[in-house]
């Protein structure tokens, strides 16, 4: 990923958490620096309320928006009018957004057509439409850690629990990608396969399943065989990943 990117990070108020925000912040920061950080909302309402102090401390612009209609979302609209002239100022390289609306399904496809990298954030009970429609969807409940006492009263992070189960689906999808990657001994770089996933299913990641990273999710599966190589003329190693089984899938 290039971290280089330019991102405008368009948040609906409405509809996500404030408690998340430092560690959503964070995680963005892995896919570019968000040069555009907004917040659309009724201001003038108490449910907002804890989000002040917040956008203060991590730069994030308030943007008011008044319900002009009762049961309508005038927040939708600001944010994708806004996205939309972001997009047409070309000062940008991809989107977050962050939301659990499926409303903002069509948007990300019409940022995606226009060749922007979309970011999508929000809670699991997101609609599958708007996930698919991003390059990559992060769940909100896996960026939140949790604060524990060791024996000696002392407060350190811990991980969160397994969010979900490993389910044979997600295991064929993991092998069937794996066997898309391989040279003709059937060994796939990594990098490539966790790539190639997130292409198949934007919302995939590790850490739904209560691992931090990839090899330890192939580790896990019992089928798949991990190597480590030298990488040419650097000190760094690469890993591969090899199907056990002579079948592509299980």
């Given at each position: 990923?290039?971290?280089?990117?330019?991102?405008?990070?368009?948040?609906?108020?409405?509809?996500?958490?404030?408690?998340?925000?430092?560690?959503?912040?964070?995680?963005?920061?892995?896919?570019?620096?968000?040069?555009?950080?907004?917040?659309?909302?009724?201001?003038?309402?108490?449910?907002?309320?804890?989000?002040?102090?917040?956008?203060?401390?991590?730069?994030?612009?308030?943007?008011?928006?008044?319900?002009?209609?009762?049961?309508?979302?005038?927040?939708?609209?600001?944010?994708?009018?806004?996205?939309?002239?972001?997009?047409?100022?070309?000062?940008?390289?991809?989107?977050?957004?962050?939301?659990?609306?499926?409303?903002?399904?069509?948007?990300?496809?019409?940022?995606?057509?226009?060749?922007?990298?979309?970011?999508?954030?929000?809670?699991?009970?997101?609609?599958?439409?708007?996930?698919?429609?991003?390059?990559?969807?992060?769940?909100l409940e896996i960026l939140k850690e949790d604060e524990v006492e060791d024996?000696?009263?002392?407060?350190?992070?811990?991980?969160?629990?397994?969010?979900?189960?490993?389910?044979?689906?997600?295991?064929?999808?993991?092998?069937?990608?794996?066997?898309?990657?391989?040279?003709?001994?059937?060994?796939?770089?990594?990098?490539?396969?966790?790539?190639?996933?997130?292409?198949?299913?934007?919302?995939?990641?590790?850490?739904?399943?209560?691992?931090?990273?990839?090899?330890?999710?192939?580790?896990?599966?019992?089928?798949?065989?991990?190597?480590?190589?030298?990488?040419?003329?650097?000190?760094?190693?690469?890993?591969?990943?090899?199907?056990?089984?002579?079948?592509?899938?299980?």
């Amino acid at each position: 990923m290039n971290k280089d990117l330019n991102l405008a990070v368009l948040i609906d108020g409405d509809n996500v958490p404030s408690k998340y925000i430092k560690e959503m912040m964070e995680e963005i920061a892995k896919y570019g620096t968000p040069s555009i950080k907004r917040i659309y909302g009724d201001w003038t309402k108490p449910h907002l309320s804890k989000w002040k102090n917040i956008l203060l401390e991590n730069a994030i612009q308030p943007i008011q928006q008044y319900g002009y209609t009762q049961g309508k979302n005038a927040t939708d609209s600001a944010m994708i009018i806004d996205a939309m002239d972001i997009l047409y100022s070309g000062d940008t390289d991809g989107f977050c957004i962050v939301s659990s609306d499926s409303d903002f399904t069509r948007l990300a496809t019409r940022l995606r057509e226009s060749s922007k990298f979309v970011i999508g954030i929000g809670e699991q009970k997101t609609p599958e439409p708007f996930i698919v429609a991003c390059d990559k969807f992060i769940y909100l409940e896996i960026l939140k850690e949790d604060e524990v006492e060791d024996k000696k009263g002392k407060t350190k992070k811990k991980a969160k629990e397994t969010v979900q189960k490993l389910t044979p689906k997600v295991t064929r999808l993991i092998r069937q990608t794996i066997y898309d990657c391989a040279d003709d001994d059937g060994w796939a770089f990594l990098g490539d396969v966790g790539s190639l996933i997130n292409k198949k299913q934007p919302n995939f990641d590790p850490r739904n399943f209560g691992f931090y990273k990839l090899t330890p999710l192939m580790n896990s599966i019992g089928t798949v065989k991990i190597e480590e190589r030298q990488a040419p003329n650097s000190r760094s190693k690469h890993i591969f990943v090899k199907n056990i089984s002579s079948k592509n899938v299980d």
